[in-house]
């Protein structure tokens, strides 16, 4: 463990030492973040996820910056460049670009013109220009004249010394910081379109003639014109005031007003243009692309938590719909506990009098309390098909999206669950699972197959990996899973577990039975006491043989409750049963070196609702009658929706026509929004009002925003709708934004 590291991070992020050390302990201990969170509180101080995950992460950005600065130190050693100097240098930098300033005069690198004016002997020539003692530079040039060498005249001297000036000025630390930080605070994106692209790239007309300050431009804006010059339809450059970038430098490297620093003058000129400004684009843009995949990456997890901790129906006999016009409505029955019970039946719609028959049958026969239709293509017509049946008023008929679902049901999970049913068939199960318990059949698909981002693709695909499995680890783990009902890929991602003990626990349940007990797990092939340690206390075991294995505490605190539920002279049942017993308990008696306050207070909490859902509870959803299609939609109607996908510039909503329409930044509420998160959240139900409908691009404009000052009633069109704001090109606050994220969003089925 390396101390500078706690010291540095304890500093950055406002936290004790001890607290960072813990944390740091912890991990090299193979602790999981949740794991830490939950169950070592009293070790951290009761830091959360959020902030145990940002020491973790900082601790590897900081073993990545050692490991870079041990590979220069040991370049510069090799090349004969390393002095003690160098090498506190080297050690004091505490950023990769500092620490690549350093290194820059000593990389090696290819033959610059700099490297081939050394070669002719100019180094003396420039080192006694550079220093500007008022010499006739042009005289000086004289004695370097060398035919031999390539050096035909003075003002070939002079211009190869000049060339060696310009590297040196590129290359001097403090010139590019302030450099950097000019770019930083100055520099601008200039996009233009690329000739004869106007009508190939129409999706980004926005940014064919755009300029805007990077200090400012936002995440989606940034990947956008990414995107656009990837795709070879934009020109894409960032630079600040040209003339203000030199003459920063001229302030830096010209001491007089001779001859002489006319040359170095030169130079500048030269080293801005052909060396420091593409240099300086360059970490501008990698700069810009790391603050706008983080801000991507950030917004996608966001969503994604809200997408898993969804409010799940829970344990119902499910009949799950995948429904279709051509290959008609494939429908299978599930039991309460999500098993398949009966499949290969499709009805179809055009065959009304048939297949309500056939639904009000299977409704009987398999018990079933509920309908999950999938939201594809002919959902509303199926929806509106099972509302008109006359089912029994006890059966809840939803609609659940699908997104992704097609994907699980290609997938080898899938053909492994289902080796013997069709895809749509697997499909069917899928929608009536994510019913039931969104988060259990979520893990099974790849997050970035389930549409909640904003330009996944583009952004660093290892962070967000690291930020997606960070997410539904801690979903899965703030839930707790049912051990004796959760599937291999749920477990896999409970702390302290993985693939292979996944599948190994499912292999022991369908051998040997239910486990009766959390110490049954101990059983579980390559089940070790760490890996025990890990994820018992996430892990639950209904009606076994102890009743805390159906609740958080973890198994290492039973001798506290037991202790407590001895001091009272009751059981531990009549302890978690009773609110009487449990307020006489004086939970200050049970502080030990070990065991503090914080988790003593969450033993308490677990006793009170053992195994306890954080998620909310399940509340049924229904879209407008008669709004099927988009060319139903009219300006001025208001209806209802529910959030898809929450972005950097506003949130996609869907209101029942297959294409969800987008609430701008600027249209989520009277006030200004800054972060829409701040405002709405995927799967949260709202009422928004339709501004526009654009049918030749297949687009919805809605606003959240109150009324205008003459309401139109409910799905009426207003007499005169309200008309879209124009764009402003700079410094535009809140306008709406005609980004093309709009049009290349598309979910992926």
């Not at 100097?85 to 990769?96: H, N, R």
């Not at 939803?398 to 053909?415: I, K, L």
């Amino acid at each position: 463990m390396n101390y500078a590291h706690i010291l540095k991070i304890s500093r950055e992020q406002a936290l004790t030492e001890n607290q960072v050390r813990s944390v740091a302990e912890l991990l090299e201990q193979g602790a999981t973040v949740p794991f830490i969170a939950r169950y070592r509180k009293e070790a951290t101080g009761s830091l959360d996820e959020v902030a145990i995950t940002a020491v973790r992460d900082r601790l590897a950005q900081l073993d990545e910056l050692d490991s870079r600065r041990a590979a220069i130190l040991k370049s510069m050693e090799q090349h004969g460049h390393l002095t003690e100097a160098l090498k506190a240098e080297v050690g004091g930098a505490e950023t990769l670009a500092v620490l690549e300033d350093i290194y820059l005069p000593y990389r090696p690198k290819r033959r610059t013109k700099a490297t081939i004016a050394r070669e002719k002997g100019l180094e003396p020539l420039a080192l006694q220009i550079l220093e500007q003692t008022g010499a006739d530079p042009r005289q000086a040039a004289g004695a370097f004249v060398d035919a031999e060498k390539g050096v035909a005249s003075p003002e070939d001297a002079l211009e190869g010394a000049r060339h060696i000036i310009a590297e040196r000025i590129s290359e001097d630390p403090r010139a590019r910081a302030e450099l950097r930080e000019f770019f930083s605070a100055r520099g601008t994106f200039r996009s233009t379109v690329v000739a004869d692209m106007e009508e190939a790239g129409a999706k980004y007309r926005d940014y064919f003639d755009w300029e805007e300050p990077i200090a400012t431009a936002p995440s989606h804006r940034i990947l956008a014109m990414r995107r656009g010059e990837k795709e070879d339809v934009l020109n894409l450059n960032i630079a600040p005031p040209e003339e203000e970038a030199r003459e920063r430098l001229r302030r830096r490297f010209l001491k007089g007003d001779g001859e002489d620093a006319v040359q170095v003058d030169l130079a500048v000129r030269d080293s801005y243009k052909r060396l420091l400004s593409r240099s300086m684009e360059t970490e501008m843009r990698l700069m810009t692309r790391e603050r706008a995949d983080a801000e991507a990456i950030r917004v996608f997890a966001e969503n994604l938590r809200e997408l898993l901790l969804a409010p799940p129906l829970g344990a119902r006999r499910v009949m799950g719909v995948d429904p279709g016009f051509r290959t008609g409505c494939k429908i299978v029955c599930l039991d309460r506990q999500g098993k398949l019970i009966h499949s290969n039946e499709t009805l179809y719609l055009h065959q009304p009098e048939k297949s309500a028959e056939l639904v009000k049958r299977l409704c009987g026969e398999f018990g079933v309390e509920a309908v999950a239709i999938g939201n594809g293509t002919a959902s509303r017509e199926t929806e509106a098909f099972f509302r008109g049946i006359g089912l029994p008023e006890t059966v809840q008929i939803v609609v659940v999206s699908e997104s992704g679902a097609s994907v699980y049901s290609a997938s080898a999970v899938a053909r492994e669950e289902f080796p013997d049913l069709d895809l749509t068939v697997r499909g069917a199960v899928s929608i009536a699972r994510r019913l039931m318990d969104p988060l259990a059949e979520l893990v099974k698909i790849d997050p970035k197959s389930i549409g909640v981002g904003q330009y996944q693709h583009d952004v660093d695909q290892p962070a967000l990996k690291q930020a997606l499995d960070d997410v539904v680890v801690s979903c899965v783990n703030g839930v707790g899973v049912d051990v004796n009902r959760a599937s291999a890929q749920l477990l896999t991602y409970v702390s302290g577990l993985g693939p292979q003990l996944a599948k190994n626990i499912v292999a022991c349940r369908d051998e040997n039975g239910p486990f009766i007990s959390r110490k049954g797990l101990k059983s579980v092939r390559r089940l070790g006491p760490k890996a025990f340690e890990q994820c018992a206390g996430f892990l639950r075991i209904q009606d076994g043989d102890d009743p805390l294995d159906a609740s958080a505490v973890h198994p290492e605190s039973y001798h506290i409750v037991q202790q407590m539920a001895k001091d009272l002279d009751c059981t531990v049942s009549d302890l978690m049963r009773q609110d009487a017993l449990r307020r006489q308990i004086e939970i200050s008696a049970y502080v030990t070196d070990t065991v503090g306050l914080p988790t003593l207070r969450d033993i308490l909490a677990e006793l009170a609702r053992p195994g306890r859902d954080p998620r909310q509870q399940f509340e049924a959803f229904s879209f407008a009658g008669g709004i099927e299609k988009i060319t139903d939609l009219e300006a001025g109607m208001r209806l209802p929706g529910i959030v898809t996908n929450v972005t950097a510039f506003g949130a996609f909503v869907d209101v029942g026509v297959h294409q969800d329409g987008l609430v701008h930044i600027s249209e989520l509420a009277d006030r200004f929004v800054k972060n829409p998160a701040d405002v709405v959240r995927v799967q949260q139900k709202v009422r928004v009002r339709v501004l526009d409908v654009d049918l030749g691009r297949n687009r919805i404009s809605l606003s959240m925003r109150s009324a205008p000052a003459e309401p139109a009633p409910d799905r009426q069109p207003s007499p005169q709708p309200r008309k879209p704001k124009k764009q402003k090109k700079k410094g535009a606050r809140n306008q709406p934004f005609n980004n093309p994220f709009a049009d290349l969003m598309g979910k992926i089925k």
